[in-house]
């Protein structure tokens, strides 16, 4: 009841306000102008001056002309001719200059709109030009006060308004006062006779004086509080019946929410829980019953200010505040449904181009559409390329169709990101070209063992900015695209499943151990080795006689690139085992151990069990004693 008080209380405080308000008002333009077409009014606004000028002067010359005819018995008959003439002629100048008035005035109404005169709220003619000193706004705000002074004179009768009719105006007075003057302008304006136009003016000012008395009648004004305080009350109604209503709905959300609310889910996230759902709805019904409250409030302002004489214009510019935005909206929806359509059309073509694109793009992946130079692993980034494209070019077609694209504050903000984006991705412009150029030179593609400068793993990630790695480690290196491409790279896996991959590892074995023995323990090493082919068999090179040893390099085929950590390991471990089970020593001069010279370096494992080690070979030689003392 606290809310309807102070509504009420507002309705009260608002109604005296504007009952009371000034009734004089400042005549305002119906339309404005910009200043081009402001001079272009002034222009002519001064030459019809001048044309009134010299029709008001030939007037004159008329005057002293017919004067002369008449007094016919003091001229000659030649003289007479020559006075007619003179008088025909200035007909002739003023019947054209009334067709210049009306050509300069027909291209004045297309953007000239004059100003209202409405003593009373409602218009009753418009003035549209200047007499004398005074201005079109001045005469018609003159002729607003003259009106209105009229209607409080409780004097004036409305029948005693006449008509004079002088050589250039004609006047509507009420005894001394001169309401207003009508010239030949303002009667070529209404394309009227100037006695007909000041008859038409007189009966409307007749009509609203009379009108404005009745209303203001202190038994219409008493119903028109009555009719007052019943819209006030209606309105206090509406608002209580409003509030209970969204009270009801809000108590019957709260009772029953776990029966209708299940909350918001998008798969498996849950967007809005129930209760953050029961708040939303909430908040949403008291901003919807707070808007319906404030329209209540402010329609019922027009209602009651129209009901008083003296409130019609407020009540009118009210209505106006609420109608006009909604109608300009409503305009501008229905102005813009053939961009609207144009719009549609072209997203509808858009997107039948890309599921076409699209369809190739997946043909061509799945290798059922085979192009003569293109390969399948190009079709995603082309297709990506061609989609930017498509949008960039959708873009500068549908551009020209929205709303507010031809005005300065539209075209500052496009090109201030076009600014934006130029200055704040120079770097990333780089990376971008570079990945499109690797995309096409087919370096490495997703899944390939890779090396670049010293980082070694897997392509797990390729995008226009960088390429992503992970190495044996399981570490996750992010390599710039532009870094990438002006360095080498290695690919292990581009020809390994049609030719496979040759690893290799080079051991020293002494030259006491034949070459042929080498490379067959070799080569068996090799071929007892997991992911190593069969087919092209392993070979062995030589690859340098060292001072105390051979250098053999042996070279296995593998298709499993990826798989080169755990290959060596396995390598280097059949080597060992293979070279043992055969008693070849794995030795060079860089490896020494601190022993007797006999024991052998073959693990226990390898040995028989009644191995000894050797002793050392002595050779004793018995000599001569006397051979002894000669030696001696």
């Not at 102070?6 to 504007?18: F, G, K, S, V």
Request: hydrophobic fraction near 45%.
């Amino acid at each position: 009841m606290k809310k309807i008080n102070a509504i009420i209380i507002l309705c009260w405080m608002l109604l005296p306000i504007a009952i009371m308000a000034q009734r004089k008002k400042d005549t305002l333009a119906l339309h404005t102008i910009d200043s081009a077409q402001q001079i272009y009014i002034q222009q002519q606004a001064n030459q019809l001056k001048q044309i009134e000028l010299e029709r008001q002067a030939d007037s004159l010359k008329k005057i002293n002309l017919f004067l002369e005819l008449q007094n016919f018995s003091t001229i000659n008959h030649q003289q007479k001719q020559v006075l007619q003439q003179q008088l025909d002629v200035l007909k002739q100048k003023d019947s054209l200059r009334v067709a210049v008035q009306k050509q300069k005035i027909d291209s004045l109404k297309k953007i000239m709109h004059g100003y209202v005169v409405a003593p009373f709220g409602d218009t009753l003619f418009t003035v549209y030009t200047s007499l004398g000193s005074f201005s079109a706004a001045d005469r018609a705000n003159a002729i607003n006060n003259r009106i209105q002074a009229l209607a409080d004179n409780y004097n004036f009768a409305v029948d005693s308004l006449s008509i004079v009719d002088n050589e250039s105006t004609v006047d509507i007075v009420f005894h001394d006062l001169v309401l207003m003057s009508i010239t030949e302008n303002d009667a070529l304006w209404e394309n009227m006779g100037k006695l007909q136009l000041a008859n038409s003016y007189r009966l409307k000012i007749k009509t609203a004086i009379q009108n404005y008395r009745q209303e203001t009648s202190w038994q219409n004004i008493l119903k028109q509080i009555i009719l007052a305080l019943i819209v006030i009350v209606v309105l206090i109604f509406v608002v209580h019946y409003v509030i209970k209503l969204f009270v009801k709905i809000e108590t019957n959300i709260a009772s029953t929410h776990h029966a209708r609310i299940q909350g918001v889910k998008i798969k498996n996230y849950e967007l809005l829980s129930v209760e953050q759902e029961i708040n939303l709805i909430k908040s949403a019904l008291r901003i919807i019953k707070w808007i319906i409250i404030f329209i209540a409030i402010y329609l019922a302002f027009p209602l009651v200010f129209g009901i008083f004489p003296w409130t019609k214009t407020i009540a009118t510019k009210l209505l106006s505040y609420f109608v006009d935005p909604l109608k300009r909206i409503l305009l501008g929806i229905w102005d813009y449904l053939p961009n609207l359509i144009t719009i549609i059309v072209i997203l509808f073509v858009f997107r039948l181009v890309l599921k076409g694109i699209r369809y190739l793009k997946n043909e061509i992946e799945k290798g059922a559409l085979s192009i003569p130079g293109f390969y399948a692993d190009w079709a995603n980034p082309s297709y990506q390329i061609v989609r930017i494209l498509l949008f960039a070019f959708l873009l500068i077609v549908i551009f020209p169709y929205l709303p507010g694209s031809n005005s300065p504050v539209f075209r500052g903000v496009s090109v201030f990101l076009g600014v934006l984006f130029t200055f704040g991705s120079s770097g990333s412009l780089s990376n971008i070209i570079a990945g499109l150029v690797l995309t096409y030179m087919r370096s490495f593609k997703l899944g390939d063992r890779i090396r670049i400068a010293d980082v070694t793993g897997d392509v797990i990630e390729k995008t226009l900015l960088v390429t992503r790695i992970r190495t044996i480690k399981n570490e996750i290196i992010s390599i710039p695209n532009a870094t990438i491409l002006n360095s080498h790279t290695i690919n292990y896996s581009s020809d390994a499943p049609e030719r496979g991959l040759i690893v290799h590892t080079t051991i020293t074995i002494g030259y006491d151990a034949p070459w042929r023995q080498v490379h067959a323990l070799l080569i068996k090493a090799a071929l007892a080795t997991t992911y190593v082919e069969k087919n092209p068999e392993p070979f062995v090179l030589q690859t340098s006689l060292n001072d105390f040893y051979v250098s053999y390099q042996i070279n296995a085929y593998t298709k499993q690139p990826n798989k080169q950590a755990e290959l060596y390991s396995l390598l280097h471990a059949n080597i060992q085992d293979t070279f043992n089970e055969a008693g070849v020593e794995i030795m060079s001069a860089h490896y020494t151990n601190l022993r007797d010279g006999n024991q052998t370096t073959i693990p226990s494992d390898y040995l028989p069990d009644n191995y000894t080690a050797p002793g050392f070979k002595v050779n004793t030689e018995k000599m001569n004693p006397d051979n002894a003392k000669n030696k001696s």
